[in-house]
Antibody
Framework: QITLKESGPAVVEPTQTLTLTCTFSGFSLNTRGAGVGWIRQPPGKALEWLALIYWDDDKRYSPSLKSRLTITKDTSKNQVVLTMTNMDPVDTGTYYC?????????????WGKGTTVTVSS | DIQMTQSPSTLSASVGDRVSITCRASQSISNWLAWYQQKPGKAPRLLIYKASTLESGVPSRFSGSGSGTEFTLTISSLQPDDYATYYCQQYNTYSSFGPGTKMDI
């Protein structure tokens, strides 16, 4: 059974860097074809795809946020880390990590419960 | 960027109704489209991928169709558990989601 869990600060000040960790089980990011992605959702608004990392350390980023995002993995800990720089109140929302359903395709079949981030001074 | 739109934004329906939601892409995405269901305070749940393939464990009353730029999610007989918000997602070029359709009683 695949599970994922997000963790990180609940509150971040404007201009700070956000670091979120996704801890997963039930699969390995050493396995060919595996991938983990991040998606966020502002309160009451739609989902926004952010980034994805593959088993071979290939990375994909949302073009509109690419300059602010970094995704990394620690396969020994079964973790994926997302950092987002220069946080702004518009970045407030719920951040989800999720398991890539099929190699090469950005749809996700198992999601974490999400972690809520508020950007405020 | 590929822009996704959904209609209607809100859908009022009764238990037992057949309902459909439309998703449109700003350019052709072939059949690289997924549908998700999201309930308040919960993570999205994958329903359909590749426009019409039902995810394992999803009830057969859900179905998807379409290709190119226009897609439809249909629920053949609405059940109480189906009241939620539904999102489409294109994954032809990176990924983008539609704005959502809220199913109301």
């Amino acid at each position: 059974q695949i599970t994922l869990k997000e963790s990180g600060p609940a509150v971040v000040e404007p201009t700070q860097t956000l670091t979120l960790t996704c801890t997963f089980s039930g699969f390995s990011l050493n396995t060919r074809g595996a991938g983990v992605g991040w998606i966020r959702q502002p309160p009451g608004k739609a989902l926004e795809w952010l980034a994805l990392i593959y088993w071979d350390d290939d990375k994909r980023y949302s073009p509109s946020l690419k300059s602010r995002l970094t995704i990394t993995k620690d396969t020994s800990k079964n973790q994926v880390v997302l950092t987002m720089t220069n946080m702004d109140p518009v970045d407030t929302g719920t951040y989800y990590c999720a398991h890539q359903a099929q190699m090469g395709y950005y749809y996700m079949d198992v999601w974490g419960k999400g972690t809520t981030v508020t950007v405020s001074s | 960027d590929i822009q996704m739109t959904q209609s209607p934004s809100t859908l009022s329906a009764s238990v037992g109704d057949r309902v459909s939601i439309t998703c449109r892409a700003s350019q052709s995405i072939s059949n690289w489209l997924a549908w998700y269901q999201q309930k308040p305070g919960k993570a999205p749940r994958l329903l359909i991928y590749k426009a019409s393939t039902l995810e394992s464990g999803v009830p057969s009353r859900f179905s998807g169709s379409g290709s190119g730029t226009e897609f439809t999610l249909t629920i053949s007989s609405l059940q109480p558990d189906d009241y939620a918000t539904y999102y489409c997602q294109q994954y032809n070029t990176y990924s983008s989601f539609g704005p959502g359709t809220k199913m109301d009683i």
